[in-house]
């Protein structure tokens, strides 16, 4: 990393640490809790994404009473590994891919749950790059530096890990250890706050059911939150930022091979196009004779191929990577793919708030308080999710123990994964 850009992120995170303290501090102004002397602080966390899951797993080690409300019949929300469609017990990664070793929040979590960290690159350096209607077998510093041009500074291969066996393992982790605190197929549809408690509204099997509690914490994507009923409403300037912040769009497409015929080229399977998209071989790593290819789009193609059938996304991606891999049409046994713009419950890949934003979305709205990846000091990463969620739980039991707000944010790597 140049000196210059270390220098950018230092201010950066100064900033966004500065943004979240700021908000934190300001967060319960004469803001008296009214629960019951003894009585375990009642919460509701609304999703059971990585900030929703980490919130509860806080605040159920500190004795609160949590109750978590999951829109889907699964937990980890972007954390979305592929299994079914693959044969062999292949799986590809749909959502969270790669953690850098620095994201010490999503090691220390992987590691409390045992699960096993392997390197995300192969050693040997053999990319392909397609650029200019090119193709060139390169050494990982020139791919590196291509990716660097429309995502995200890749740092050394050797730096980047994954968790053996697939990452929605660790929010299915999180989510066995708080298994009788969670409602699946449950969406909040409409959240009220006075001076005696909150309550949540969500349906279940056609009905509507209401929860009460002390407080709430919001762990869903904005998209998500600006769309439900809020009473009395929020404050004017948390509306419009909701409202206003905008999202990433991100694709992938696997294509299933029926064998790993670019290791016979003797490629590793990675490479980078100027589309511009990266292509990992997801397989990598993973026994079995099959082997999966991706390419992963952000931005203008990932909408093109949203506005797509599912057929022709699959189409459009054999012919690119057919110019990156020559065979890949030949070996195809199925395409399948993901746009998370599409995602009912996501509507977007992740958000990248200025300070201003992230201050204001920080900002508890008397008992509700907010979590999820776009609040954090690493947007856009597990890290930044799981963060969020542990201080959104910190704002509620230090409130309820009436003690300062504290700044324990993590160190920020300014990047989109
Ligand atoms: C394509 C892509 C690639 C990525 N790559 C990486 C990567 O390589 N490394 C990395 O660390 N991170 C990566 N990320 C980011 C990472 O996945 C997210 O930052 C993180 O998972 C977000 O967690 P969250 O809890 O904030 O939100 P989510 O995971 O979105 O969780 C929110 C939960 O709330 C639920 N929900 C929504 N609405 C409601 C409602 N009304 N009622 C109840 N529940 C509701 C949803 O179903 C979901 O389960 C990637 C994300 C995408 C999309």
Known sequence: ??????????????????????????AFPSDALGKAPGRPQRVIVVGAGL?????????????????????????????????????DGLYAEAGATRIHKSMDLTI?????????????YPADDRFVRLRGGRREVVRWKRMASDVEKFALHLDRANQWIRIEGG????????????????????PVVGIEQDRNGVRARYSTRGALQTIAADRAICAIPATIMAGIEVSPRFSASKRQTLEKLSYESASRVFLQCRGRFW??????????????????????????????????????????????????RVTATVDLMERIFPGARENLERGVSKCWSEDKWARGA?????????????QPEGRIHFAGEHISSQPSWMQGALESGERAAREILQVSRNSPITDSSTAIIRRSP
Do not use: C
């Open 1 to 26: 990393m140049s000196e210059v850009m270390e220098d950018q992120l230092t201010r950066r995170e100064f900033i966004l640490r500065g943004a979240l303290l700021a908000s934190a501090l300001t």
């Open 167 to 186: 990452n929605d393992q660790l929010p299915q982790a999180f989510a066995r250890m708080l298994s009788d605190k969670i409602t699946y197929n449950a």
């Open 350 to 362: 992740w958000a990248h708030p200025d300070e201003n934003q992230l201050k204001q979305l920080a």
């Open 108 to 120: 220390k979590y992987a590691k409390l749950f045992n699960l096993k960290l392997t390197g995300f």
């Open 51 to 87: 900030a929703g899951l980490s919130a509860a797993y806080v605040l159920t080690r500190a004795g609160a009473d949590v109750r978590v409300l999951e829109a889907q019949s699964r937990a980890g929300g972007r954390v979305l590994t592929f299994r079914d469609p693959f044969p």
């Open 263 to 312: 290791e016979q080229q003797n490629l590793n399977g990675f490479g980078v196009t100027d589309q511009p998209a990266e292509i990992w071989a997801s397989s990598f790593g993973q026994p079995g004779v099959a082997g999966i290819l991706q390419s992963y789009t952000r931005g203008d193609v990932s909408l093109r191929l949203t506005r797509m059938t599912e057929g022709d």
